[in-house]
């Protein structure tokens, strides 16, 4: 039997190891790392808690780990505990699928060093229960911009505006929704550099952002009427005929409003150690304004970050249809690569069902090719570094907890987000809790 491991217990690792378990060319065993105890990555700490049949992929996803073949080894962060050649040592062949961790930059005056100007990516890993977030401290926010025009700038820009009530039936961890309690954002600013005709947010997202009870919305920098929309694809014209729709509607003595800036660009977060404002310019003729601000949070992209000793350009694995290539553009045996490491951060989870298939057709094809070898045996490997891996039984165990901490509140499931916490699940049966 050949043995393939998986960087990355997320959609795309998933999707791949289903796949593998699945196909009948030549008999496979699994094994999928990640650094964290929990599976599902991006669709577990990126997908908004109130987007519930987004996560239902999670039980296709899981269906994985139906396969006696399959394994998951968590607490494991390849590249620092243990590093991708020793793995090759041990397998057939490695896939990475650890998606893109960091989040582009605009590159302005204040971005870096006011507190209240941070990146989306954090906001989303908060609300969303990760382990490493850092927690937002909300606290005197009344007004906020959120640069940048897709899913994920109208997810967090929907959590400031949504009411918490509305939110407590979701799994979002208890931390989360007493924060978002406390707070009383008045004013979100969604801006976008182009205009809404040319918006990556799909019509579904905008569509439940825009539907908002309570809130009142106003488009600046663009004038609908100059559209033609007979020019537009179904998803553009729906995207601005929503709009059109939401500012039509008054609501006088809205207590919340939404101001969607397009044609805009900031070139300025300003404060005294705090941000207090942010100056925009228009990309139509070159003036600026400027609006009071107590939280900027950027969204225009996700970043991916290289392992030691793959090659590794703007972002992404190098590679060819899933088979990673060495600088010279040659094939690099035994090492494959899928999702948003792969083709960057783009698409949404059903993209990556797709992707993973050709980086498996690949990978399966050059197993049948290849001659088998003489292999080390993982489990000894990670011993040998003193390693101590959580396994698919912890998850469930974890699982579990989450499941009965949700009904004791009513609702199917709550986060645990605390490191703490979950170690301790992970360990319970040796009876070690850990700090």
Same mark, same amino acid.
């Not at 073949?69 to 991708?84: I, P, S, T, W, Y």
């Not at 100056?279 to 609006?291: I, K, P, Q, T």
């Not at 040998?384 to 959580?390: L, N, P, R, V, Y």
């Given at each position: 039997?050949?043995?393939?491991?998986?960087?990355?217990?997320?959609?795309? =690792?998933?999707?791949?190891?289903?796949?593998?378990?699945?196909?009948?060319?030549?008999?496979?065993?699994?094994?999928?790392?990640?650094?964290?105890?929990? !599976?599902?990555?991006? /669709?577990?700490?990126?997908?908004?808690?109130?987007?519930?049949?987004?996560?239902?992929? @999670?039980?296709?996803?899981?269906?994985?780990?139906?396969?006696?073949?399959?394994?998951?080894?968590?607490?494991?962060?390849?590249?620092?505990? &243990?590093?991708?050649?020793?793995? /090759?040592?041990?397998?057939? @062949?490695?896939?990475?699928?650890?998606?893109?961790?960091?989040?582009?930059?605009?590159?302005? !005056?204040?971005?870096?060093?006011?507190?209240?100007?941070?990146?989306?990516?954090?906001?989303?890993?908060?609300?969303? =229960?990760?382990?490493?977030?850092? !927690?937002?401290?909300?606290?005197?926010?009344?007004?906020?911009? &959120?640069?940048?025009?897709?899913?994920?700038?109208?997810?967090?820009?929907?959590?400031?505006?949504?009411?918490?009530?509305?939110?407590?039936?979701?799994?979002? !961890?208890?931390?989360?929704?007493?924060?978002?309690?406390?707070?009383?954002?008045?004013?979100?600013?969604?801006?976008? $550099?182009?205009?809404?005709?040319? @918006?990556?947010?799909?019509?579904?997202? /905008?569509?439940?952002?825009?539907?908002?009870?309570?809130?009142?919305?106003?488009?600046?920098?663009?004038?609908?009427?100059?559209?033609?929309?007979?020019?537009?694809?179904?998803?553009?014209?729906?995207?601005?005929?929503?709009?059109?729709?939401?500012?039509?509607?008054?609501?006088?003595?809205?207590?919340?409003?939404?101001?969607?800036?397009?044609?805009? $660009?900031?070139?300025?977060?300003? =404060?005294?150690?705090?941000?207090?404002?942010?100056?925009?310019?228009?990309?139509?003729?070159?003036?600026?304004?400027?609006?009071?601000?107590?939280?900027?949070? $950027?969204?225009?992209?996700?970043?991916? &970050?290289?392992?030691?000793?793959?090659?590794?350009?703007?972002?992404?694995?190098?590679?060819?249809?899933?088979?990673?290539?060495?600088?010279?553009?040659?094939?690099?045996?035994?090492?494959?690569?899928?999702?948003?490491?792969?083709?960057?951060?783009?698409?949404?989870? =059903?993209?990556?069902?797709?992707?993973?298939?050709?980086?498996?057709?690949?990978?399966?094809?050059?197993?049948?090719?290849?001659?088998?070898?003489?292999?080390?045996?993982?489990?000894?490997?990670?011993?040998?570094?003193?390693?101590? +891996?959580?396994?698919?039984?912890? +998850?469930?165990?974890?699982?579990?907890?989450?499941?009965?901490?949700?009904?004791?509140?009513?609702?199917?499931?709550?986060?645990?987000? @605390?490191?703490?916490?979950?170690?301790?699940?992970?360990?319970?049966?040796?009876?070690?809790?850990?700090?």
């Amino acid at each position: 039997m050949r043995r393939v491991a998986i960087i990355g217990a997320g959609p795309s =690792g998933l999707f791949a190891a289903g796949q593998l378990a699945n196909q009948t060319e030549v008999e496979v065993a699994v094994d999928i790392f990640d650094r964290l105890p929990t !599976p599902f990555g991006l /669709l577990r700490y990126g997908v908004a808690p109130d987007h519930d049949s987004v996560k239902a992929v @999670a039980k296709t996803l899981a269906a994985a780990f139906d396969s006696p073949r399959v394994r998951f080894f968590g607490l494991v962060e390849v590249g620092k505990q &243990v590093q991708a050649s020793e793995l /090759l040592q041990c397998y057939d @062949a490695v896939i990475y699928a650890y998606g893109s961790e960091l989040d582009r930059k605009l590159g302005i !005056p204040g971005e870096a060093e006011l507190d209240g100007s941070r990146s989306a990516r954090e906001f989303v890993s908060w609300y969303s =229960g990760h382990p490493d977030a850092i !927690p937002q401290d909300l606290s005197g926010v009344r007004s906020a911009v &959120v640069v940048g025009v897709g899913n994920v700038a109208v997810d967090v820009t929907r959590i400031l505006l949504k009411d918490p009530d509305e939110l407590s039936v979701t799994d979002m !961890p208890d931390s989360v929704l007493a924060a978002l309690r406390d707070t009383r954002v008045e004013n979100v600013w969604l801006v976008g $550099r182009r205009g809404p005709e040319v @918006a990556a947010f799909t019509s579904i997202e /905008l569509r439940e952002l825009l539907g908002l009870s309570g809130m009142d919305t106003e488009l600046i920098g663009a004038d609908l009427d100059a559209i033609d929309t007979d020019l537009l694809d179904r998803k553009a014209k729906a995207n601005v005929e929503a709009i059109a729709k939401a500012i039509s509607i008054k609501l006088p003595g809205a207590k919340r409003h939404l101001h969607l800036l397009f044609n805009h $660009r900031p070139v300025a977060i300003t =404060g005294d150690g705090q941000v207090e404002a942010v100056e925009f310019e228009s990309n139509l003729d070159g003036s600026r304004f400027e609006v009071p601000a107590d939280l900027v949070l $950027r969204s225009i992209g996700y970043y991916g &970050v290289p392992l030691p000793g793959v090659p590794f350009s703007d972002g992404r694995i190098l590679n060819l249809e899933g088979r990673v290539l060495d600088d010279d553009l040659s094939a690099r045996p035994g090492e494959y690569v899928t999702g948003w490491i792969k083709r960057g951060p783009s698409g949404l989870i =059903g993209a990556n069902k797709k992707d993973s298939a050709e980086t498996v057709a690949n990978l399966v094809a050059d197993l049948v090719e290849a001659p088998a070898r003489q292999l080390g045996d993982p489990d000894e490997l990670l011993t040998a570094k003193g390693i101590t +891996w959580s396994t698919l039984e912890d +998850w469930r165990r974890i699982d579990g907890a989450e499941i009965d901490r949700g009904g004791l509140r009513g609702r199917a499931r709550t986060k645990i987000e @605390a490191w703490h916490e979950l170690l301790d699940l992970v360990f319970a049966e040796q009876g070690a809790s850990v700090s």
